[in-house]
């Protein structure tokens, strides 16, 4: 199937579970996949079918699902091997090494899920790592009453925005990408010694697509390498203002039942502040990607 490239009303696709439509989420980025109930068998030509809309606009969102564990790993699976979680801390699932809970709950005085509160900067997950996370999908269990959504910035129309001095003076360069989770998890801050970190390029090219997009992050980026710390700065801040003009952001309000799927290649993505005292639960799992080039 062939995703519509001007991203108006795409064609309704027969399935094995219904006829899928899709629904575009805002005029640059997402699609709501409509139509389909994911604990259900799912043939090939109508998994290809979400997956082509998938690579053609960067997140995919399905609405009223009720997925146990076991389902949304199922679901995940179609697109590849899960990756471990990385920080093993409260909110890792005890069923699944791929699988986490984001969440403020606390249960006897414990965190049952990670990055439980507030605001979090823009990031794309994983980036730190040799081979980040290419999928990430998360499933709403439990939502605050207002709050805590999750903004969608495109880092193909980024890049595409840039000046031509720009992407000329950046062509071939890496930067480090840094993540200290105890220290700094959703606010950039002072890191450790210790921190993961690793260096990819600033411009990767997204290997189903064959398009650059802009690979950088407000959060985990630390600075450009072979360049002066003082015009790395000046750079990516002007990088970081590009990703979050909102004409290519998307804002996601979540309601029980929301699966959104996003592609870390070709997107960034932060969380809106929320009422501390409410209850947020979110469960996340994660597939393994390719090294970026």
């Given at each position: 199937m062939s995703v519509a490239s001007n991203r108006s009303e795409l064609p309704a696709t027969p399935g094995a579970?219904?006829?899928?439509?899709?629904?575009p989420l805002s005029p640059n980025i997402g699609v709501e996949v409509q139509g389909?109930?994911?604990?259900?068998?799912?043939?090939?030509?109508?998994?290809?079918?979400?997956?082509?809309?998938?690579?053609?606009?960067?997140?995919?969102?399905?609405?009223?699902?009720k997925?146990?564990?076991?389902?949304?790993?199922?679901?995940t699976s179609r697109f590849g091997?899960?990756?471990?979680?990385?920080?093993?801390?409260?909110?890792?699932?005890?069923?699944?090494?791929?699988?986490?809970?984001?969440?403020?709950?606390?249960?006897?005085?414990?965190?049952?899920?990670?990055?439980?509160?507030?605001?979090?900067?823009?990031?794309?997950?994983?980036?730190y790592i040799e081979r980040p996370c290419y999928a990430t999908l998360l499933y709403a269990i439990e939502i605050p009453k207002q709050g805590g959504n999750t903004l969608f910035a495109n880092m193909y129309k980024?890049?595409?925005?840039l000046p031509a001095a720009i992407k000329t003076r950046l062509q071939g360069m890496y930067a480090e990408h840094v993540y200290d989770y105890g220290n700094a998890p959703t606010q950039k801050g002072a890191v450790t010694e210790a921190a993961r970190r690793y260096a990819h390029p600033v411009f990767r090219t997204h290997p189903a697509a064959g398009k650059k997009a802009l690979y950088v992050n407000r959060l985990m980026t630390d600075h450009i390498i072979?360049?002066?710390?003082?015009?790395?700065?000046?750079?990516?801040?002007?990088?970081?203002?590009?990703?979050?003009?909102?004409?290519?952001?998307?804002?996601?309000k979540w309601r029980?039942?929301?699966?959104?799927?996003?592609?870390?290649?070709?997107?960034?993505?932060?969380?809106?502040?929320?009422?501390?005292?409410?209850?947020r639960l979110l469960r996340r799992s994660v597939v393994l990607g390719e090294k970026p080039y």
């Open positions: 579970v219904g006829a899928l439509r899709f629904r389909i109930d994911l604990r259900q068998p799912m043939d090939e030509a109508t998994f290809r079918a979400i997956e082509a809309a998938w690579h053609a606009n960067c997140i995919i969102f399905f609405r009223d699902q997925l146990d564990e076991d389902e949304q790993v199922a679901f091997p899960l990756a471990q979680v990385l920080n093993r801390h409260g909110g890792a699932s005890k069923h699944h090494p791929g699988v986490m809970f984001v969440s403020n709950i606390r249960e006897n005085g414990e965190l049952i899920g990670a990055l439980p509160d507030g605001e979090m900067m823009f990031h794309s997950d994983q980036c980024a890049y595409e925005a072979g360049m002066e710390r003082a015009e790395s700065d000046q750079i990516l801040a002007m990088l970081f203002d590009v990703i979050e003009n909102p004409a290519w952001i998307y804002e996601h029980i039942g929301d699966l959104l799927m996003w592609d870390n290649r070709c997107t960034t993505h932060a969380r809106t502040d929320f009422d501390v005292a409410e209850r």
